[in-house]
């Protein structure tokens, strides 16, 4: 991934790295040091696996780390981090037990009440600890046992914080863990009162989805003294590492305004759009599966390729390899381009892929190789990989605002139902975030299949206002495997796949 932004707050106190690289940059470098900062969220969201990453990454830096973990085994909190690969060198594990401190109470037969003695035993023996290992970060799993044990909100609020004032006090960054009350049970987190106690708070949430992996994001719900960027934020717990995705609108860009022209080669296609299409600006390229949307788009990946640039493409609805195929029977040199790194063709599962995972991708590729030109095939399926209805535009203009900033040309590909050019696209219109818009279709003339193509918007710059005939044919590009003829002037109602005579058309005009 991508280092780490700078703060943008001018007072920024020193911080802590997470350990985990997208955590560190929604925070602008990690977590303020000598506070003490909270993870809630419900079982499975991660809570244990994130602090293990805090743990590891200042063991790392040759800073004491310390887990004092509550609500789970020593062992047990070995084998997860086996399970990811991970060693614990230099990350002290310590299992204060209840129970232990409970036999301990019983032997002495003490008169006070059980649950005074109780919490008081387990803080002197953190406090012991703590003196002991005098550690730099510390984590404790989880305050929800504290809670059980302090048997009331005054004193659980209380011993929190005298928690807190421990560790601050010797200059350690202390990390929480509370735990939600899970979906179904109701209640709310009482954890939510230390929130002021707290430098950052941190939530982590999981939903399921009726078809594929489950969805986790990350939210902060609050940061002191750091410029951090709201907003939720995709994560992926893998073997081995938590990768957050922060999302595109955390990247500040300036506008890109020198809108260079792409040209395809293609002198009738070219023509017809003004010379081409410009870099910084978004094309939807619409119509009928089959009608050759695809293939117009690759011109543009492949136009990038061949002067020096580089481009990706993304596929949600075919395989790379009939792509590949597709294009190079056209004179496309797609594999030459991908073997010398001037060009990416990746498949992607709508189903396994998170919203913020693709859109880092295509950061990666814009800052990393200067991605020029971005192919999305196709808008139904980034839809599908979207998942929540009711934030599918808002994303996709994201992603698109960022792209136009770094100057990249995107080539949207929808579909419609049916095989007219003029149909129902499924799913949000989102004609409107698009600077260029070509509508692709077929129609028919004495039994035989024709290819449609016109150009009805482009902000920048002219473009040809009649309907052209696309042509697919063998051989390369110079020999005009790719070409538009026309305009069709002979022809009425080609959009609606209903073509007549122009002269028929007028004569029906006059009839009425």
């Known amino acids: 991934m991508p280092s780490v932004p700078p703060s943008l707050h001018p ?4 911080v802590a790295s997470t350990g985990v690289e997208g955590l560190d940059a929604i925070l602008h470098g990690g977590l303020p040091r000598e506070e003490m900062h909270l993870i809630q969220g419900t079982a499975g969201t991660g809570k244990s696996t994130l602090a293990l990453c805090f743990l590891r990454a200042g063991a790392k830096a040759g800073e004491a780390s310390l887990y004092l973990t509550l609500s789970q085994s020593a062992a047990h909190l070995e084998r997860i981090a086996r399970s990811h690969g991970w060693s614990l060198a230099g990350v002290t ?4 037990s209840p129970r232990t401190v409970a036999e301990r109470i019983a032997a002495r037969q003490t008169i006070l009440p059980t649950a005074d003695v109780e919490l008081g035993e387990l803080f002197q023996d953190l406090a012991d600890l703590v003196e002991q290992t005098r550690p730099r970060r510390a984590v404790i799993d989880s305050l929800s046992v504290l809670r059980l044990l302090a048997g009331g909100p005054q004193r659980y609020h209380r011993e929190v914080v005298t928690l807190r004032q421990l560790f601050t006090e010797r200059k350690c960054t202390l990390l929480t863990i509370a735990d939600y009350p899970a979906e ?4 709310s987190l009482p954890e939510v009162d230390f929130h002021p106690l707290c430098g950052c708070v941190i939530d982590l949430k999981q939903e399921p989805r009726a078809f594929g992996d489950v969805r986790r994001r990350l939210r902060i719900v609050k940061a002191r003294g750091l410029a951090s960027n709201g907003g939720t934020h995709d994560y992926k717990i893998a073997t081995g590492r938590m990768d957050v995705y922060p999302r595109l609108g955390a990247y500040n860009r300036p506008e890109y305004s020198e809108y260079e022209m792409i040209a395809t080669d293609v002198a009738s296609l070219d023509e017809v759009l003004g010379g081409g299409l410009e870099r910084g600006t978004a094309c939807l390229l619409v119509g009928p599966t089959g009608a050759g949307k695809s293939t117009v788009a690759a011109l543009y990946a492949d136009a990038a390729a061949r002067r020096g640039g580089s481009a990706a493409v993304f596929l949600f609805d075919e395989r790379p390899e009939t792509f590949k195929s ?3 029977s056209f004179g496309m040199h797609v594999n030459a381009h991908i073997e010398a790194g001037r060009m990416s063709v990746q498949q992607l599962d709508s189903g396994e892929i998170a919203p913020g995972e693709f859109a880092q991708q295509i950061r990666e590729m814009v800052e990393t190789r200067k991605t020029q030109v971005v192919v999305i095939d196709s808008i139904a399926g980034y839809f599908a990989a979207m998942g ?3 934030v599918l535009v808002s994303q996709l203009h994201e992603l698109l605002t960022y792209l136009s900033r770094s100057g990249v040309l995107t080539m949207l590909i929808g579909s419609q139902e049916g ?4 149909g129902q696209a499924p799913g949000p219109d989102v004609s409107y975030l698009s600077d260029s818009i070509v509508v692709l279709g077929f129609y028919e003339i004495r039994g035989k299949i024709h290819r449609s193509f016109a150009a009805v918007k482009k902000r920048n710059g002219r473009h040809a206002t009649e309907i052209h005939e696309l042509i697919f044919a063998g051989g390369s590009l110079a020999e005009g ?4 003829q ?4 002979g022809l009425q109602r080609i959009l609606l796949d209903n073509p007549a005579p122009a002269c028929a058309r007028k004569e029906e005009d006059d009839g009425e």
Do not use: K, Y
Request: charged fraction near 25%; hydrophobic fraction near 25%.
């Open 93 to 96: 594990v310590h299992e204060l």
């Open 419 to 422: 095989l007219t050019s003029i």
């Open 11 to 14: 007072e920024a106190p020193p």
């Open 486 to 489: 026309g305009p069709l002037r």
């Open 184 to 187: 179904g049970e109701g209640g």
């Open 388 to 390: 929540s209805q009711d």
């Open 326 to 328: 597709r294009t190079e």
């Open 481 to 484: 495997s790719i070409r538009l």
